[in-house]
């Protein structure tokens, strides 16, 4: 089958472009693997563990971001990098913004306590712990387009793991942490849950967090901003749609 790849080498070519390439893989890693062995050595991507435990394969295959080991591919798609980050080389890009987000947001234990965990504990934090930071879900986050400070779905889902965690003394700055560029600018679309490999759902942790962070006393900023005002004609009386 024939797939196109787009690609950017910016020593020969400051523009990215589209190459197509013939191969007989049907799982993307694969065909990866036999396009750069068998057919062009100069194509770029990363790969690490090759079952989806790595994250380091992220790609969109025809705008929606998959696990090139993970996919299995059909006659005419399209496979480009992940969006969101600067191409360094055809599929691999900077991921610089990791560490920062994650720095920002405090997503990692801080303060270690001893504590006694039980099975009900280890439940708490078990599926957030499951994120292999594929970028999968920054990558399809729409608030990017207007917010690139966003600190976004994977830190967020990673903050809520470690709020959780009975072994974190320092849970509370944590959710100080993602009041600005955080919980309150979600706008709660759900394509981060939709391309998650790992069945994660980082809108309804995002929800979760939202709801610590009432109970820590704060409350949506956006809230300010909106006329509670406007379901009342004085001429009419009420309007329950706000027209």
Not at 10 to 15: A, D, L, V
Request: glycine letters at 6%; one cysteine or more; charged letters at 25%.
């Amino acid at each position: 089958m024939k797939i196109k790849i787009e690609r950017l080498n910016t020593q020969k070519n400051p523009q990215q472009f589209k190459q197509e390439y013939e191969v007989s893989s049907q799982r993307l890693l694969d065909a990866l693997n036999e396009i750069k062995t068998t057919q062009d050595n100069t194509l770029t991507y990363r790969c690490g563990c090759g079952s989806g435990v790595c994250g380091s394969c992220a790609v969109q295959v025809n705008g929606v971001e998959r696990l090139s080991c993970k996919t299995y591919i059909n006659e005419g798609d399209v496979v480009s990098a992940i969006k969101r980050s600067e191409v360094i080389r055809d599929l691999v890009v900077n991921l610089e913004h990791q560490e920062k987000v994650l720095k920002t947001s405090h997503a990692y234990l801080e303060a270690y306590q001893e504590e006694t965990i039980t099975p009900q504990d280890e439940k708490l934090i078990d599926v957030q712990s499951n994120c292999i930071l594929c970028q999968s879900c920054y990558s399809s986050c729409p608030v990017y387009e207007v917010n690139p400070d966003f600190l976004g779905p994977y830190a967020l889902t990673r903050v809520l793991r470690y709020v959780n965690d009975k072994k974190e003394h320092q849970s509370r700055s944590k959710i100080d942490a993602i009041q600005s560029n955080g919980v309150w600018d979600c706008t709660l679309c759900g394509n981060c849950t939709m391309v998650c490999p790992q069945f994660i759902d980082p809108k309804t942790d995002i929800m979760n967090l939202r709801s610590k962070s009432v109970q820590a006393g704060y409350s949506d900023p956006n809230m300010n901003n909106m006329d509670f005002d406007s379901g009342f004609n004085t001429d009419f009386g009420f309007n329950p749609n706000g027209f």
